[in-house]
T-cell receptor, first 112, second 113 residues
Framework: SQQGEEDPQALSIQEGENATMNCSYK?????LQWYRQNSGRGLVHLIL?????REKHSGRLRVTLDTSKKSSSLLITASRAADTASYFC????????????FGKGTMLLVSP | NAGVTQTPKFQVLKTGQSMTLQCAQD?????MSWYRQDPGMGLRLIHY???????DQGEVPNGYNVSRSTTEDFPLRLLSAAPSQTSVYFC????????????FGPGTRLLVL
């Protein structure tokens, strides 16, 4: 069963606009990660935020984590057509031999 | 480094046939895993391994078998293919113990007729 659920399922914006995607999860976590998948390709790791962190930046990416609400957001600023992809959050549950659990993803379309 | 490699890229099987999807990594990662990705379902974990000789089941293990004889290789076997196993299969590796960044292979597209 999916631990993380992304919202919205699909997002369409113009180049230069910001894109925000959200992820909600159910159980306590060690960390939360965001991945990107271009059509027909494997997933590529974007950023990891640990449970004791509230915000993290990487280039045009900004990730926030609110453990009290069990939610995270990914902001892509000044989006480009090349950002068109599906974005997935993955959680590392804070129990036992952990494995990452992926959400169903947000499909982002950035139009020129 | 080649990273995580998967073969074949595409495969068509008939119901009942068996086959092995190959996965190899050259990063000396202890942890390897297999996922399947179906439209609207995200990625679901099939099997994973935390080291040579150690494997365990994920969320959807039925119909699949794995072994880990070396650190580098983690093959996934379909014992008797069914149309429900039509999917895209991804192998991933990480270190340590699956809690950090996972590195994905390019995937294998499987069609079972």
């Amino acid at each position: 069963s999916q631990q993380g659920e992304e919202d919205p399922q699909a997002l369409s914006i113009q180049e230069g606009e910001n894109a925000t995607m959200n992820c909600s999860y159910k159980t306590s976590i060690n960390n939360l990660q965001w991945y990107r998948q271009n059509s027909g390709r494997g997933l590529v790791h974007l950023i990891l935020i640990r449970s004791n962190e509230r915000e993290k930046h990487s280039g045009r990416l900004r990730v926030t984590l609110d453990t009290s609400k069990k939610s995270s957001s990914l902001l892509i600023t000044a989006s480009r057509a090349a950002d068109t992809a599906s974005y997935f959050c993955a959680t590392d549950p804070n129990s036992g031999y952990s494995t990452l659990t992926f959400g169903k993803g947000t499909m982002l379309l950035v139009s020129p | 480094n080649a990273g995580v490699t998967q073969t074949p890229k595409f495969q068509v099987l008939k119901t009942g046939q068996s086959m092995t999807l190959q996965c190899a990594q050259d990063m000396n990662h202890e942890y390897m895993s297999w996922y399947r990705q179906d439209p609207g379902m995200g990625l679901r974990l099939i099997h994973y391994s935390v080291g040579a000789g150690i494997t365990d089941q994920g969320e959807v293990p039925n119909g699949y078998n794995v072994s880990r004889s070396t650190t580098e290789d983690f093959p996934l076997r379909l014992l008797s293919a069914a149309p429900s196993q039509t999917s895209v299969y991804f192998c991933a590796s990480t270190s340590p113990q699956g809690r950090e960044t996972q590195y994905f292979g390019p995937g294998t597209r499987l069609l079972v007729l």
